[in-house]
C-alpha cells in the first residue's frame, strides 16, 4: 500500500507540477533558467489544491465503494434466505 500511495503523489502531484510549470513557460526557462526554482515553488499551491481534491474524491470514493459492497452483500444474504 506505501508503494501505491507514494505512486498517486508522484503521478497526480510532481508530475503536473513540473509538467504545467515548465510548459507554461517554456520560454522564460529558455532565457532564464535560474527561475525555473521560482516558477516552480510558485505553482505548488495551485497544483496542491488539485492534488487535495483528487486525494478527497478518492478517499471518498473507496468508502462510498466499501458502503455500496456491504449494502449488496446483505441484499443478496437477505434474498436468498
Known sequence: ???VMCFEVVDAFIIPVAASTV????DTFIR???????KIVAEI???STFFMAYVL???LTNSAMDIARVIHMLHHSLVKA
Open 45 to 47: 499551491p495551485t497544483v
Open 57 to 59: 474524491m478518492r478517499a
Open 1 to 3: 500500500m506505501n508503494y
Open 32 to 38: 532564464n533558467p535560474v527561475a525555473a526554482a521560482t
Open 23 to 26: 510548459f507554461s513557460s517554456l
